[in-house]
């Protein structure tokens, strides 16, 4: 639909089709897990048993509001029609009360003066009431000074219709101008990915806007929602855990003139810290996304969701470059927005890949000895150095050190070598000194 307006390059209905087809084959069970944001954005929460539906009424206006417009319009043309029914009946009464509903001849006396003239059955006030009501005003029907209850009726009437048409109009302006229309013109990738990024396992995910115009002070959320036991033995069925989106100013804020991938560092700290590629295809989480920012044209505050649950999370794919420099200008090429390319990645987690390259490095923890005092020079000392022992593993990239020759080591200078006093060496100083 939005091809056929023009607000969508042809080339964007491939996409989800080139997704698909450049997606690696996986394994996905006929079961469909249950999320609490859909893909669209909307909430797949179902209320039962809801006791106090009062509630509702206490805020007629939200409730409108809320309604689907189907909803909406019936209610509003019940309400005219039954307005117009009750002040007819009121109407037919006070001219049946009063007389003005008597045959008369036209050779007879006319009689006394009616409340209102050119009533003269039920479909007659009817139609004044819908006259008095709009103030159309045709003019063959008027309130005379001989009741002073029609006059009364007449203001009650019009104010009641001006309640109504300021409630309708109110609902029908808010249901057009809502936030998740703006919304839906922002477009998040069907697929998020895993791939490394700087030497870190990072989760990432594409974002863009097909209008032109911004959204200003925009801002990007996530949230994983998984099950959880505590030590108790209970059972959490939603626990919401925010995440850092990877942002120098340490900021969730963003800059949405072009498509951006949003990521996130799985590193410690991270609820995606001790995911792996095995452990991906059992998780139970769900991570939601959530943008906001206020719309550039109508200044109204929007908010754009989506989701992505273990099968819609890509391990080892990279998404591939959409823009482009064209005639000094940048150009997106939205038939590219979902597209993801294969990268070398390790299938272990952030955490076995920490616990991995701690082995290598030699940088067991428990040899540490803590910060002591650093001999150097010529009886100087300082602080700040590790004191390490002679029998602690080299680290696995440092270069082997061959002892140079003494023939080589004529004319230059000689090299002072750190002595190191830690407490063992501090405790073996006491001991020559009370010797």
Not at 148 to 175: H, S, T
């Amino acid at each position: 639909m939005l091809a056929r307006k023009g607000l969508l390059p042809d080339g964007f209905l491939l996409t989800r089709l080139a997704e698909d087809q450049n997606q690696p084959n996986r394994c996905r069970s006929k079961f469909q897990r249950p999320r609490f944001i859909t893909k669209s954005g909307s909430c797949n929460v179902a209320h039962k048993n809801i006791r106090e539906q009062g509630r509702f009424l206490q805020d007629v206006f939200t409730t409108m509001v809320d309604l689907k417009w189907q909803h909406s319009l019936l209610i509003f043309t019940s309400a005219f029609l039954c307005s117009w029914m009750l002040f007819a009946m009121i109407w037919w009464l006070v001219a049946f009360a009063h007389g003005d509903l008597k045959p008369r001849d036209a050779d007879s006396d006319p009689g006394p003066v009616p409340c209102v003239t050119a009533i003269h059955s039920f479909t007659s006030a009817f139609l004044f009431s819908i006259e008095v009501q709009v103030t159309i005003g045709f003019g063959g029907r008027m309130v005379t000074e001989e009741c002073p209850v029609a006059i009364v009726v007449l203001i009650i009437q019009n104010i009641l219709g001006l309640i109504i048409n300021a409630v309708m109009l109110g609902c029908v302006f808010m249901k057009t101008a809502q936030a998740n229309r703006r919304a839906e013109t922002l477009i998040f990738s069907r697929n998020a990915v895993i791939a490394p990024r700087n030497g870190r396992p990072t989760f990432m995910f594409r974002v863009g806007d097909l209008r032109k115009s911004m959204i200003i002070s925009a801002t990007v959320q996530l949230q994983v929602i998984r099950r959880t036991v505590t030590a108790e033995g209970e059972v959490i069925p939603v626990c919401q855990l925010d995440i850092q989106v990877e942002n120098p100013l340490r900021s969730n804020g963003i800059f949405l003139v072009s498509p951006l991938i949003i990521s996130h560092t799985m590193e410690r700290g991270s609820p995606l810290y001790e995911l792996s590629a095995q452990s991906l295809a059992s998780e139970d989480l769900e991570i939601i996304v959530i943008l906001e920012g206020v719309v550039e044209t109508t200044g109204i505050t929007m908010q754009a969701r989506t989701s992505y649950i273990p099968e819609e999370i890509l391990w080892g794919r990279r998404f591939v470059s959409i823009i482009t420099e064209e005639d000094g200008r940048y150009c997106v090429n939205y038939s590219k927005f979902g597209n993801t390319v294969p990268v070398r990645m390790s299938s272990l987690s952030a955490k076995e890949l920490d616990q991995t390259r701690g082995v290598q490095e030699g940088g067991a923890e428990a040899n540490l000895q803590g910060w002591g005092l650093v001999r150097a020079g010529r009886g100087g000392f300082r602080r700040g150095a590790r004191a390490c022992t002679s029998s602690a593993p080299q680290p696995w990239y440092a270069q082997s050190e061959k002892p140079e020759p003494e023939a080589e080591l004529k004319g230059q200078k000689k090299k002072v070598r750190l002595e190191v006093i830690g407490p063992k060496a501090e405790e073996e100083d006491l001991g020559d000194i009370s010797d």
